[in-house]
């Protein structure tokens, strides 16, 4: 079965701090997807990745970056975190190209809170 | 732009009914996939059943099946017998040749004893 782990299920943080959320997936997928969960509005892409090293912008990537030196690992980061990003973060991935390769694999979640 | 729309924000339903939840889509592509995930509460997403555009046969996955509706662009989830576990976040999504899902809105399944 396909594991992709999210570092934290929850987390506190101050307005201004940095924050890192970290995502690990162990089936060698070449896609990671960070996304945004708001009620109402669904998920919601930030940034995605095809391979080491690449990111591209999702719908709402203001106020977000992303890192991808390894494979298997996609980082998120808030470079200093305001009230309007507390919300709740998905971390998924897929095996590729071609439609029947992008069945998407998802973690748990990591509700971040912005005091 | 592909858009994927919900109108079902909540919705209940004894245990052992039949439930059907609605999903419209527009896409302007003829090659695409549909899904349905489930988010259960505090758990992770997971791929409830999916249906691929050119395939006329409706999709099912033991209690879930889909009406697919190609030139109505709707894509409704009917879930048989439902189960307390069946109790989750729905969310309809698509996707069509780059590697982005589109999600909708979600709708609240509660199941209730």
């Known amino acids: 079965d396909v594991k992709v782990t999210q570092s934290s299920r929850y987390l506190v943080k101050r307005t201004g701090e940095k924050v890192f959320l970290e995502c690990v997936q162990d089936?060698?997928?070449?896609?990671m997807f960070w996304y945004r969960q708001d009620p109402g509005l669904g998920l919601r892409l930030i940034y995605f990745?095809?391979?080491?090293?690449?990111?591209e912008k999702g719908d709402i990537p203001e106020g977000y970056s992303v890192s991808r030196e390894k494979k298997e690992r996609f980082s998120l980061i808030l470079e200093s975190a305001s009230t309007n990003q507390t919300s709740m973060y998905l971390c998924?991935?897929?095996?590729?190209?071609?439609?029947?390769?992008?069945?998407?694999?998802f973690g748990a979640g990591t509700r971040l809170s912005v005091l | 732009a592909q858009t994927v729309t919900q109108s079902q924000p909540e919705m209940s339903v004894q245990e052992a009914e039949t439930v059907t939840l609605s999903c419209t889509y527009d896409?302007?592509?003829?090659?695409?996939?549909l899904f349905w995930y489930k988010q259960p509460p505090s758990r992770q997403m997971i791929l409830v059943i999916r249906?691929?555009?050119?395939?006329?046969q409706n999709a099912t996955e033991n209690r879930f099946s889909v009406n697919f509706q190609k030139a109505a662009k709707s894509f409704s989830l009917k879930i048989s017998d439902s189960q307390l576990g069946d109790t989750a976040m729905y969310f309809c999504?698509?996707?069509?040749?780059?590697?982005?899902?589109?999600f909708g809105q979600g709708t609240r399944l509660t199941i209730n004893p």
């Open positions: 998924a991935s897929s095996r590729g190209t071609g439609l029947l390769k992008n069945i998407q694999y």
């Open positions: 089936m060698d997928h070449e896609n």
């Open positions: 990745s095809y391979d080491v090293k690449m990111k």
């Open positions: 896409t302007s592509e003829n090659n695409y996939y």
């Open positions: 249906q691929e555009a050119y395939k006329q």
């Open positions: 999504a698509s996707i069509q040749g780059a590697q982005k899902l589109v």
